[in-house]
């Protein structure tokens, strides 16, 4: 029996290889978490660790860890949880990984609404709540409410606002914001009673890949995960991606974004505000498609990769 224990830092060496083969642009960082994950500790716990020497449970279920990130399945995923704007949401197969570029949809949320104390805040297309839970974790005076038509996903986004606010807030079902347009009861009296008045500001991160993305996307994590084996072990091994439902876009990839403008201006108070995220691609049609609806002072924001990111308007 070989009774010599790996030393962390050789397990972490070999194990960022195997991944930086199967095409992760991270592959240290991920091997690192992961590694971490499965000792109990902390990142930085782990730096300061790296000559301890694993118990064989530990190298088992981190190999079990490395597997599943070797098939193309999201760290995120993996971990349970995703750092977004200082706060940690849990998140699974069920949502889209909050990304740090929409972080940028925060900080605008946050300028705009900077002087309007107890403002409404309606978050569509929610997915894991990232968005509007940050907004209501920095804004306690803010009147926040989250909708998504997956209510897989809406599972997640309570159990984070449950975690990550001292406030209830209400999270429901809705196909963009079809259900607080038309004026359906009992969700739309339930938030006129509540909140006294239409919304200050809508913010919404729709599915924007195009048909030709989501293809080139579908077959990446094929790639990822071939050879495919036969038998049992076959789903074990079919990776975890993200929701089609939080990505595609249709043709062109603005389906979704047509539906949230279509239908924002009926729930919005007079000098209500609309930011949008969208590719750097798309982001002037989707500033005409806001001037079209009637939206004014229309503006568009650059990520810190330069990239048009955020479209804005006021009602
Ligand atoms: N609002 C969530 C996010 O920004 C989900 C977006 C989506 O599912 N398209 O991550």
């Not at 030393?7 to 642009?25: F, H, K």
């Not at 900080?107 to 709540?129: F, I």
Request: proline content about 6%; overall charge negative; charged content about 25%.
């Amino acid at each position: 029996m070989n009774t010599r224990k790996d030393e962390a830092a050789r397990v972490l060496r070999n194990a960022t290889r195997r991944i930086e083969q199967s095409g992760s642009d991270t592959p240290y960082l991920d091997a690192l978490l992961l590694l971490a994950s499965a000792m109990g500790l902390t990142r930085e716990q782990l730096y300061a660790r790296t000559r301890d020497p694993l118990e064989e449970t530990t190298v088992r279920c981190f190999e079990t860890l490395v597997g599943r990130r070797l098939r193309g399945e999201p760290i995120a995923y993996i971990l349970g949880r995703q750092e977004f704007y200082g706060l940690s949401f849990a998140v699974d197969r069920r949502v889209l990984v909050p990304r740090p570029e929409t972080e940028l949809l925060v900080d605008v949320a946050l300028r705009l609404l900077a002087n309007r104390p107890c403002a409404r805040v309606h978050d569509c297309c929610t997915g894991s709540g990232c968005i509007g839970i940050a907004l209501a974790h920095e804004r306690p005076d803010f009147f926040v409410s989250l909708s998504d038509i997956s209510p897989e996903a809406l599972e997640i986004a309570r159990k984070n606002a449950d975690r990550l606010l001292d406030r209830e807030i209400p999270i429901v079902e809705s196909n963009f914001l079809d259900r607080l347009a038309a004026g359906e009861a009992p969700w739309r009296r339930e938030l006129s009673e509540r909140y006294g008045r239409p919304f200050d500001l809508i913010t919404c991160n729709p599915p924007y890949l195009t048909t030709a993305e989501m293809q080139e996307l579908r077959g990446e994590q094929a790639l990822s995960c071939t050879p495919f084996p036969s038998g049992p072990a076959a789903a074990a091994r079919v990776p975890a991606t993200e929701p089609a439902l939080a990505l595609d876009g249709g043709r062109d990839g603005l389906d979704a974004v047509h539906r949230v403008i279509q239908t924002a201006l009926a729930t919005m108070s007079k000098n209500g505000y609309i930011l949008i995220e969208a590719a750097d691609a798309q982001a002037q049609r989707v500033e005409q498609l806001l001037q079209t609806a009637g939206f004014t002072e229309t503006f568009i924001e650059r990520d810190l990769s330069g990239l048009r990111r955020v479209i804005g308007g006021a009602a």
